[in-house]
T-cell receptor, first 111, second 114 residues
Framework: SQTIHQWPATLVQPVGSPLSLECTVE??????LYWYRQAAGRGLQLLFY??????ISSEVPQNLSASRPQDRQFILSSKKLLLSDSGFYLC??????????FGPGTRLTVL | AQSVTQLGSHVSVSEGALVLLRCNYS??????LFWYVQYPNQGLQLLLK??????LVKGINGFEAEFKKSETSFHLTKPSAHMSDAAEYFC????????????FGAGTRLTVKP
């Protein structure tokens, strides 16, 4: 069966520090991969999606970036965090234009 | 482009009462529609999905939703609420054959009173 992992589960970082969040999927090949951010009391905002290795589409302009170095690995990064980057970050995968399956999420607090 | 509107950011029901969470969608192409549930500090779990087959869709945990094209609605219901149903619920829409463009509603927090 397929599983999706995210780490770390929680993270507290100072403003201006770098960020690296990792997401890996097991049990499937060539999935579509997604990064979402969920701010307090708000819905999900799609940040990036990828349909293959090295292929990244950005939905919103921001100081975040994403990379897909391997088929089942998706990384969310920032060179300098802002206070507004705080939130709950969710990775998801899908195949065959069907539903998306979500990871457990990373709670990021920027102080 | 697609969008969804969830009516009511908070819904409170008594245990055993009917649960009704409202979702209206907008889509210029045939939509796929989804309901997800999120428990605190967890990811989203799929409850059910509509993908142009039967208009009444049954999901997990006793939930169901009906696709009504004329009303552009996809409301989520459960006949009898249980304490364990307390969570946040998200409606989502994507275009047929393109779920890279999935859009989520703002969510509805369901509280179940004993």
């Amino acid at each position: 069966s397929q599983t999706i992992h995210q780490w770390p589960a929680t993270l507290v970082q100072p403003v201006g520090s770098p960020l690296s969040l990792e997401c890996t999927v097991e049990g499937t090949s060539n999935p579509n991969l997604y990064w979402y951010r969920q701010a307090a009391g708000r819905g999900l905002q799609l940040l990036f999606y990828s349909v293959g290795i090295g292929q990244i589409s950005s939905e919103v302009p921001q100081n975040l970036s994403a990379s897909r170095p391997q088929d089942r690995q998706f990384i969310l990064s920032s060179k300098k965090l802002l206070l507004s980057d705080s939130g709950f970050y969710l990775c998801a995968w899908s195949v065959y234009n069907n539903e998306q399956f979500f990871g457990p999420g990373t709670r990021l607090t920027v102080l | 482009a697609q969008s969804v509107t969830q009516l009511g950011s908070h819904v409170s029901v008594s245990e055993g009462a009917l649960v009704l969470l409202r979702c209206n969608y907008s889509s210029s192409v045939p939509p796929y529609l989804f309901w997800y549930v999120q428990y605190p500090n967890q990811g989203l779990q799929l409850l059910l999905k509509y993908t142009s087959a039967a208009t009444l869709v049954k999901g997990i945990n006793g939930f169901e939703a009906e696709f009504k094209k004329s009303e552009t609605s996809f409301h989520l219901t459960k006949p009898s609420a249980h304490m364990s149903d307390a969570a946040e619920y998200f409606c989502a829409v994507s275009a047929f054959l393109n779920n890279n463009d999935m859009r989520f509603g703002a969510g509805t927090r369901l509280t179940v009173k004993p």
